[in-house]
Each structure stands twice: as structure tokens, then as C-alpha cells.
């Protein structure tokens, strides 16, 4: 088996480039260097990787399939592919990295998992992958969102996890990493915050790029099996970035490969607090222990963000997208709330699939791709499933696409 653990950036102080590091308090310093350690250990370990590629295949469903989206393909006059992370165990490509980080703590003999989530998809893999393992775990999300996914939320409880919420601010994701950083910091010794995508303080930014590269290292093989070549674009939607830079890392030595990153514009990029398009509109900053893109207010303070997705609305972004941006790889464009949830009803009725609200910001950003000219093929991250999101879909939007409200 190909070791997938092994990538050049960051360097061993966790940079990418400019962007990355660790500025945490010095209580956490030790900690992370421990969990540093545990990670090149267990990432050199044949014995790990063996477990972690048993449970990908028999536990998650892996290899996740490609699927020719063939309607949506003659519609469009550009050939869309779909990676199919909605079809994992849990329903989303969260998973990958929850399994990992779940393996990783029980190896470091700790007893509880915690993590922020925001769209549930998060913490119902990391729920998950506790049951599995066998440790507690704790979920913080914010109330907002606990009203919004509540399907994930009962899923988390009958999992055994605790849901606790953020009650401050927004009342989103962004409070949703406060409160468990807050939480973490009483007793980083018992328990293992399990960051869900490629930020916060190094070793996570690599730890679970690492981990979600199986998306672009099967894709790559797989669209090669079925096609005879590499795909010509990839999109994917950028949260804090796990699920795109799974797919592109297998891609970024592929010069005839066009990359690029969805961002959310919410309902309006022209106003503060109404996106989360960090990318696009924001500057180097250091949030949540890492320096990256990072939108900010007048006093240098994360920004207020929005998105439909819940997924999606965070003021900052993993720090290799940052480097990614900087240096010309990807490019980052960005999809409103309304293209988004066009996409969502377009894939469901032309392909018989229900996507995520966050994966139909990529959905969408490929057929505007589709309608600028480009041509060739679009390989399509389809991050996750769109259960979650339906009552909350049919209940705002319904009414636009002739449904009313069920209940
Ligand atoms: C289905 C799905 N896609 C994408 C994301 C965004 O996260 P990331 O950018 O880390 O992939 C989320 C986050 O909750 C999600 O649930």
C-alpha cells in the first residue's frame, strides 16, 4: 500500500509557506508536540496504517466510487464526474479523519474526544468513530445550528456523544471552536480535541490533510481507469478546507490539472457579516492558534460570517489553501446561497442525488465553469449528503421549487 502520510509542506514547524504554526498558550505547547510525536509515529507504523486501511475499507465503504453525472453532463455541454464522500458511513468525508484522530488518542491512552462542529457532520463522524474505539466524546455547536441540523444532533446523542452548545455570538461554527478550545484547555491531558478540518495549531493543518488525501489518491486512479486520463478541473467547496485539499493534494504536481476551491458568498460579498468568503476578501491574520487568511473586523477580530451552509461559515481557512492561494495553484472562486441551493435542487432532480448544502457550492461553481466555456472534464467533490439538510431546505426554499412545507 502506498504510504499517503507523506507529503512535502508543511515543514516540521507546521508552516506552509507563510501561513500555519502553532500560537497557542504554553500549557498546550507540550501537548501538541506530544501529539506531533504520537502522529510521526504512528503514520510511520505499518501496524496503524494497516487498521486505519481496514477500517477505510469494511467499517467507512472505502473506495468511495466516481459517478458520470451523464444528465447533468449533456445539460451542461462539459463532461461532471462526481466523487462520491456522500455515500461514506456517516454520509460525508468527515469520517476519514475522525477514524484517524480517534486511532490517534486511544493510541495516546486518552479518554474522551471533544470537538466543534458545524453542520453535524463532523461530530456525527467523530461520534461515530469514538463508539467504535470505545472513548466519550463531546460535541460543541452552536445553537444556531443545532436548530438548523437536528437530524445530526439526534444522531450524536444516540451515539453516545454529548452535545454541548455555543451560546455566544453567532451562535455558529466560529463559537463553536471557542467553546471547545475553552473546553480543551481545562484538561488537554485526559482528552483529544479532534479539530474538524485542516486548521488550527500544527500538527492538525497536516495531520488531517493527511488523512483525507485517500479522496484524491483513490480519484486520481480511479477517473485514470475509467477515462485514460486525469480529470481537467477539480472543484471543491472550502470550509476550513479538509475536503478540498483531500482531493487536490493527489493532483498538485498535475500541470494540466485546473484547481479550483468554493468559497461561500453567502448573501451579499459586498456585506460584512453576511459571507465567509476568507479567501477572497480577507488578509493574514492568526485565529484559533494559526495563521492563515482570516476575515477581520475594524479592531483585527474574526469577522461575523453567514452561509446557508453551516459547514461553510467560518472567518478563517486552513493555512495550505492560504499558501495554495498565494502561490497561484488553486484558484478560489465563490457561489451565494441562492446558486447553492439551485445546485441542490438541480442535482437531486437531474441525477437522482441529494447533495449537501456545502457540496452544492461546488456543484454550483461547476456549472458556472460549464457556462464560462470551459471544456473537458470536472471532477466534482461531492463532500456529503444532503439528509441532513432537507427539512431545513423545504421549510426556507421549498416554495421556489413546488414544495410546500410538509408539516
Ligand atoms: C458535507 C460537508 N462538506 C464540506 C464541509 C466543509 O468542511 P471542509 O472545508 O473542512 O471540508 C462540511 C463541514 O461541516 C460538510 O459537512
Known amino acids: 500500500m502506498k504510504n499517503t502520510f507523506e507529503h512535502a509542506l508543511p515543514n516540521s514547524d507546521g508552516y506552509f509557506g507563510e501561513y500555519g504554526g502553532s500560537f497557542i498558550p504554553p500549557e498546550l505547547e507540550v501537548i501538541m508536540k506530544e501529539i506531533n510525536q504520537a502522529y510521526i509515529e504512528c503514520s510511520q507504523d505499518p501496524a496503524f496504517i494497516a487498521e486505519l486501511a481496514h477500517l477505510y475499507k469494511h467499517f467507512v465503504g472505502r473506495p468511495s466510487p466516481i459517478f458520470h453525472a451523464e444528465n447533468l453532463s449533456r445539460k451542461h455541454g462539459v463532461d461532471i464526474y462526481l466523487k462520491r464522500e456522500d455515500l461514506n458511513h456517516t454520509g460525508a468525508h468527515k469520517i476519514n479523519h475522525c477514524l484517524g484522530e480517534a486511532l490517534l488518542a486511544k493510541k495516546m491512552g486518552k479518554k474522551k474526544l471533544i470537538a466543534e462542529t458545524g453542520a453535524g457532520q463532523h461530530g456525527v463522524a467523530l ?7 470505545g472513548l466519550e466524546c463531546d460535541i460543541y455547536m452552536g445553537e444556531v445550528d443545532i436548530a438548523k441540523e437536528h437530524p445530526n444532533v439526534v444522531r450524536m446523542r444516540i451515539l453516545g456523544a454529548n452535545v454541548i452548545p455555543a451560546t455566544h455570538g453567532r451562535k455558529t461554527l466560529k463559537e463553536a471552536v471557542d467553546a471547545a478550545f475553552e473546553a480543551y484547555l481545562k484538561d488537554p491531558i485526559t482528552q483529544l480535541y479532534a479539530i474538524g478540518s485542516v486548521v488550527g495549531p500544527h500538527p492538525f493543518p497536516k495531520m488531517v490533510r493527511d488523512f483525507q488525501s485517500i479522496i484524491g489518491n483513490e480519484a486520481r486512479v480511479q477517473f485514470q481507469e475509467m477515462t485514460g486520463r486525469l480529470p481537467d478541473n477539480l472543484v471543491a467547496c472550502v470550509g476550513g478546507g479538509s475536503n478540498a485539499v483531500g482531493l487536490f493534494t493527489a493532483f ?15 448573501r451579499s460579498l459586498t456585506e460584512v457579516g453576511e459571507h465567509a468568503a476568507t479567501l477572497t476578501l480577507g488578509e493574514p491574520g492568526i485565529m484559533h492558534g494559526f495563521k492563515s487568511y482570516m476575515l477581520k ?11 446557508v451552509a453551516s459547514g461553510l461559515d467560518y472567518p478563517s481557512v486552513g493555512p495550505q489553501h492560504a499558501y495554495l492561494k498565494d502561490s497561484g495553484r488553486v484558484n478560489y472562486g465563490t457561489v451565494n446561497d441562492d446558486e447553492a441551493i439551485d445546485a441542490f435542487f438541480e442535482l437531486s432532480r437531474e441525477e437522482g442525488i441529494i447533495p449537501a448544502i456545502e457540496s452544492s457550492h461546488a456543484v454550483a461553481y461547476a456549472l458556472k465553469l460549464a457556462a464560462s466555456g ?7 467533490n461531492l463532500s456529503g449528503r444532503g439528509d441532513k439538510d432537507i427539512d431545513f431546505v423545504v421549510e426556507n426554499y421549498g416554495h421556489k421549487y413546488g414544495i410546500e412545507t410538509l408539516v
Open 374 to 380: 470551459v471544456k473537458g472534464s470536472i471532477l466534482i
Open 127 to 133: 461520534a461515530t468513530a469514538a463508539a467504535l474505539v
Open 252 to 266: 498538485l504536481g498535475d500541470e494540466s490539472v485546473a484547481i479550483h476551491g468554493v468559497e461561500p458568498a453567502g
Open 297 to 307: 473586523d475594524g479592531d483585527g477580530e474574526p469577522q461575523e460570517v453567514y452561509s
